[in-house]
């Protein structure tokens, strides 16, 4: 009689053991968007580091590089926010690569916590907004505030869903520590909280992948060049500008972003979101001369 005892004992926990392996090694079960835990939303969060990032900047162009255009007092924002807007001149570089680097720091400050693409949108409108009203005593430009927003939406995205083909919470070791250097050099504010939130180091048995490769697969593509900006038209006095450009799909989800600017004297930013459903989605930003 004991013997059948032990037996069925070890029958069942024989049984449990398989039913539980089949629980973690469950396909939708290693994935992090599957889980309730990571689908938490953390707007306000996102909001203060939002502001939190232009107060950082500002301190150091203003205490440490003793900027000018950094030495604001209230008057200056009354007279920003009475002027309006301007177009300003600054160099290539500057508008169509740092200020589109910044807004991407806005967007996923947001996207890194838990808002979806949409969501994630506003926040780089808005630290566009308070930078140029507030952050410089310079008047606000209206082709930086649409360059970062725009640009910052289109750089954060496809630099979120990189981030995520690198990640894997499973790892340990050295492994990990590449993996989530890369991934916070890739997208720094998700780095900086899953810094915050203890996730750089947790390794998990179960929802530690990032990305399906099998049910969404990525096509990447980058590409780079030198642009020559004519001074007034001059052919040997101008700027030359290096550029990059990214190109990420989701193909069988017929999700597509894309960051282009074409090599012509119009310039061109295009933000392009679709599904399955057909439903598509673009914004576009186009200004012709501006060299």
Partial sequence: MKIQQIALVCLLALSNGIGAAQVLHHPDSI???TDPHMQKKYPWRAAAETVGMNVGVWAFDRYVMNEDFAKISINSIRRNIKHGFVWDNDQFS?????HPYHGNL???AARSNGLNFW?????AFAGSLMWEVAAEVEPPAINDLIATTIGGIA???MTHRLSSLVLDDSKRGFGRFTREFLGTLICPMRGINRMITGDMWKVKRSHYKYHDYERIPIQFSISAGDRYLADNNYLFRGEHNPYLEFR???CRANTHVTLTSSLTNIYEVVVTVS???DCCS???WNHSHLA
């Avoid at 500057?94 to 740092?98: K, R």
């Avoid at 969501?119 to 926040?123: D, G, H, I, L, T």
């Fill in 275 to 277: 599904d399955n459903t």
């Fill in 119 to 123: 969501e994630s949108a506003p926040y």
């Fill in 248 to 250: 990420a799909a989701d």
């Fill in 94 to 98: 500057t508008n169509l690569f740092a």
């Fill in 282 to 284: 673009t914004l576009n």
């Fill in 106 to 108: 806005y967007f996923n």
């Fill in 31 to 33: 994935y992090t968007f």
């Fill in 155 to 157: 750089l954060g995205e």
